[in-house]
């Protein structure tokens, strides 16, 4: 490796890609095509960048297993980059055995964490944290133990377990100072403004108030009964009842608990439910049904009973009764939820992360797109679609990841 190929590593190692091409700019050879890559990577340019690291993988040819398995890698974190979760997983982890193979360590380690990162953007934390367990960040370099403890708290905090991530953030701010890479200063920043902005809203007797992360792990861990209207679940005394399947009993359980300890009018659970602004007997008899399921549901958190206006429930394990709400409530607010990071998305990506078909989220992007909320740019396989961060809100308790106890 000569003297330049050499200086323009270490100048993206910290952090410097402007000074990195000046060194290699002019060259076409396989280690400056990967380096000018990633390079383009740091400056942004997705599309260039995966361009670049594609020809230099095949320039260096089959013999050059190592540097291809690096171009590998180099590739699968421009994809994560560009939210492509759709990229070939297969192809990095055979990438980072063969790094491990030809003891690059610390390749192989970075490796491990996209492979972890891409878990956690999707909402799989038991695969993330079983991916993560073995790997020790002592011995790595201080932007890898960054990105580790990054891994550590992206998991915690999708878990509402707040002190978790504030001393992994702690630990990674630590490490990206000693790093000296102002992008990851500025990754660790915005991922502590997740901690100190509001993540939920409580409903207590038909006031509202937004909760913080640790407030909403205090709440769910407390002897309140909480109506989860951001996993749509019913919790209460250590146990949950999921909801999520039947919209109906969660509405009407969401209108019950809104207005504990006091009652709501057949009319106004027909018109929630079933959205219908006018009711006759048979929609009487429906909800009475409906309402017969959800109290069996329930049991033994809490009973409903028949008032002579309509319904009201009663805690039967807990002091008191609240709904804890999404801090934006919107249709599209999962989908929100993704854009909101900043990141552009194809709608691949997003139906993956969703877990709902991809035809689903074009269309909602399509309605977004027209009422000006989203902006899309490129076309066909390259379309990618964004939208300036929401101010204000976190929205942690909108991503499809089910909490310990689910």
């Known amino acids: 490796m000569d003297s330049l190929i050499t200086a323009a590593a270490r100048a993206l190692a910290a952090g410097d890609p402007l000074g990195a091409l000046d060194r290699i700019a002019l060259r076409d050879d396989a280690p400056a095509l990967a380096l000018r890559g990633i390079a383009m990577a740091q400056l942004g340019d997705l599309v260039r960048a995966k361009a670049l690291v594609k020809s230099a993988a095949r320039a260096f040819g089959p013999k050059e297993a190592l540097a291809r398995a690096r171009c590998v890698v180099a590739e699968a974190e421009i994809a994560l980059a560009s939210r492509d979760l759709g990229w070939p997983v297969k192809a990095l982890e055979a990438a980072r055995i063969t790094l491990e193979a030809h003891s690059d360590r610390v390749n192989a380690a970075h490796a491990r964490y996209l492979q972890i990162r891409r878990l956690l953007l999707i909402g799989r934390l038991d695969e993330a944290d079983v991916l993560l367990a073995p790997l020790d960040p002592a011995p790595l370099p201080p932007a890898l133990r960054a990105a580790h403890e990054l891994v550590v708290a992206g998991i915690a905090i999708r878990r509402l377990q707040s002190q978790t991530a504030r001393h992994a953030l702690t630990r990674a701010e630590h490490a990206a100072r000693e790093a000296g890479i102002p992008a990851l200063t500025a990754e660790v920043e915005n991922a502590f403004l997740v901690l100190d902005t509001p993540a939920a809203c409580l409903i207590v007797h038909g006031e509202e108030r937004p909760l913080l992360l640790e407030e909403v792990e205090a709440l769910l861990s407390s002897t309140s009964l909480v109506v989860d209207a951001c996993r749509y679940v019913v919790r209460g005394a250590g146990m949950s009842v999921p909801l999520a399947t039947r919209p109906v009993l969660f509405t009407l359980a969401r209108a019950l608990a809104e207005a504990w300890p006091g009652d709501v009018s057949r009319e106004t659970l027909i018109r929630r439910a079933f959205r219908l602004k006018l009711s006759d ?31 009201a429930l009663v805690a039967l394990v807990s002091s008191d009764v609240v709904v804890l709400a999404q801090p934006v409530e919107e249709k599209y607010a999962a989908l929100f939820a993704f854009l909101v990071d900043g990141e552009s998305w194809s709608s691949s990506a997003l139906s993956l992360a969703l877990g709902t078909s991809q035809r689903t989220v074009q269309r909602s992007l399509d309605t977004l797109a027209a009422a000006g ?16 961060p929401m101010p204000g809100f976190a929205t942690t308790l909108l991503l499809p990841a089910p909490l310990p106890s689910d």
């Open 373 to 388: 909320k989203v902006q899309s740019f490129g076309h066909g396989r390259a379309r990618r679609w964004m939208t300036p």
């Open 281 to 311: 007997e048979s929609h009487r008899a429906r909800l009475r049904v409906e309402v017969g399921r959800l109290r069996a549901a329930l049991k033994p958190l809490a009973g409903i009973i028949a008032t002579q206006h309509g319904f």
